[in-house]
């Protein structure tokens, strides 16, 4: 029964051995594929990218936003 306990804990430590490798391997060539399909951002994608929204949520409606200077009710009203 003793010899029993110790192959099988040997069966796991192989097969946790045998998903890490697959995971490193997936892990490399990921950061290998991603690195390839990397192109530098020309100014036009820069732009675009700095003039982006802050506030995605707001834009939805799910949560309110910051108040803008030019869009405050109460001064258009006076």
């Known amino acids: 029964m003793a010899d029993q306990a110790g ?3 040997q069966r796991i430590r192989i097969g946790l051995t045998g998903l890490a490798a697959a995971f490193i391997i997936v892990l490399i060539a990921s950061a290998i594929s991603r690195s390839s399909r990397d ?3 020309n100014s036009a994608q820069a732009q675009a990218i700095a ?6 949520l707001a834009e ?3 949560a309110p936003g910051a108040a803008d200077s030019g869009n ?6 006076r």
């Not at 003039?51 to 995605?56: L, M």
């Not at 405050?72 to 009203?77: M, Q």
């Open 7 to 9: 192959s099988s804990a």
């Open 72 to 77: 405050n009710s109460s001064t258009a009203k």
């Open 51 to 56: 003039n982006a929204p802050s506030e995605p």
């Open 39 to 41: 192109e530098p951002l």
């Open 60 to 62: 939805l409606g799910v």
